[in-house]
Antibody, heavy 126, light 108 residues
Framework: EVQLVESGGGLVQPGGSLRLSCAASGFTVSSNYMSWVRQAPGKGLEWVSVIYSGGSTYYADSVKGRFTISRDNSKNTLYLQMNSLRAEDTAVYYC????????????????????WGQGTLVTVSS | SYELTQPPSVSVSPGQTARITCSGDALPKQYAYWYQQKPGQAPVLVIYKDSERPSGIPERFSGSSSGTTVTLTISGVQAEDEADYYCQSADSSGTSVVFGGGTKLTVL
């Protein structure tokens, strides 16, 4: 069974750091495209970051330069390192396996997300 | 920045048909995807590439596309279908993932 389990969320002060983990089972993280998507309390979904199977990484403008997506192939786990956290980063963070329609030599297109983990709550507050 | 527009809410009685729309200028060129999210749960993919249904999703869920609008149709709505529904697509370049604001489906 394909499953994703996030951990690492919690309360952090503005300017602080946090690392989220997403443990996968039933498939190999390194052979897939993997994403993080967040949802602020009572709000909609916002794509945060993706790591391609080849290792390329991309970020939403709102987190670029502050967040880093990575993976540990030996642990079959995806990570999101979040630095310089702001109040507006408060959200439930979901990891999701990403499917892709096609890729050119420089990028990939037609992403969708399935399945999703259960999410982990990050609260940035003093 | 590119936006997808959904109605905030849709209400239907059990057994009726619910239609949830999503509008965006790039939709004629980009596929749309639909997710169902029940309270306190993670989103679940219910439609991909405009009209394809993943395995395990009931046949009453269907999707269609016409110009700048895509539609999620739920035929014979059941109480368990009450949830928030989000459309997702990409901007005209195809590289930026965008979600709609979500539609709350209420089963009366």
């Amino acid at each position: 069974e394909v499953q994703l389990v996030e951990s690492g969320g919690g309360l952090v002060q503005p300017g602080g750091s946090l690392r989220l983990s997403c443990a996968a089972s039933g498939f190999t993280v390194s052979s897939n495209y993997m994403s993080w998507v967040r949802q602020a309390p009572g709000k909609g979904l916002e794509w945060v970051s993706v790591i391609y199977s080849g290792g390329s990484t991309y970020y939403a403008d709102s987190v670029k330069g502050r967040f880093t997506i990575s993976r540990d192939n030996s642990k079959n786990t995806l990570y999101l390192q979040m630095n310089s956290l702001r109040a507006e980063d408060t959200a439930v963070y979901y990891c999701a396996r990403s499917s892709v329609g096609y890729c050119s030599s420089t990028s990939c297109y037609e992403f969708w997300f399935d399945p999703w983990g259960q999410g982990t709550l990050v609260t940035v507050s003093s | 920045s590119y936006e997808l527009t959904q109605p905030p809410s849709v209400s239907v009685s059990p057994g009726q048909t619910a239609r949830i729309t999503c509008s965006g200028d790039a939709l004629p060129k980009q596929y749309a995807y639909w997710y169902q999210q029940k309270p306190g749960q993670a989103p679940v993919l219910v439609i991909y590439k405009d009209s394809e249904r993943p395995s395990g999703i009931p046949e009453r869920f269907s999707g269609s596309s016409s110009g700048t609008t895509v539609t999620l149709t739920i035929s014979g709505v059941q109480a368990e279908d009450e949830a928030d529904y989000y459309c997702q697509s990409a901007d005209s370049s195809g590289t930026s993932v965008v979600f709609g604001g979500g539609t709350k489906l209420t089963v009366l």
